[in-house]
């Protein structure tokens, strides 16, 4: 395809194309986010405290300590969930990833149509 294309954020894109939606979680800007939402309560998760409580509910442990990532793992699977260790650069990406390892226990859902409870 011709044009010119910028490498960006670990994203590839055309510069003359309107850049993709972050993906972020509440006040990733914007009203196209995402938000990840713990399904049994209806609790959108707007912080790793509130991620990691409900990973452990579930039996993930924190797994190594590492600079950059924050790591979960169940001792009962091969499974790794790894975000990065300022949520505020939680993408897509690792919210789905959090999604397909929890089966039926989060959803990534559109911020503007989710409101937490009070």
């Known amino acids: 395809m011709a044009g010119v294309w910028v490498f960006e954020d670990g994203m590839v894109r055309r510069a003359d194309s309107e850049a993709p939606s972050r993906g972020r979680g509440v006040g990733g800007g914007g009203g196209g986010g995402k938000v990840l939402v713990h399904v049994p309560s209806s609790e959108v998760v707007t912080s790793y405290e509130v991620l990691e409580r409900r990973l452990r509910e579930l039996g993930w442990e924190r797994y190594l300590n590492d600079p950059c990532l924050l790591q979960f793992h169940q001792r009962s699977t091969v499974h790794l969930i790894s975000v990065p ?29 989710t409101a937490s409870p009070p």
Request: zero cysteines.
């Open 85 to 113: 260790r300022d949520f505020s650069r939680l993408k897509l990406v690792h919210m789905y990833d959090v999604v397909v390892k929890t089966r039926n226990v989060f959803e990534v859902r559109d911020a503007a149509t």
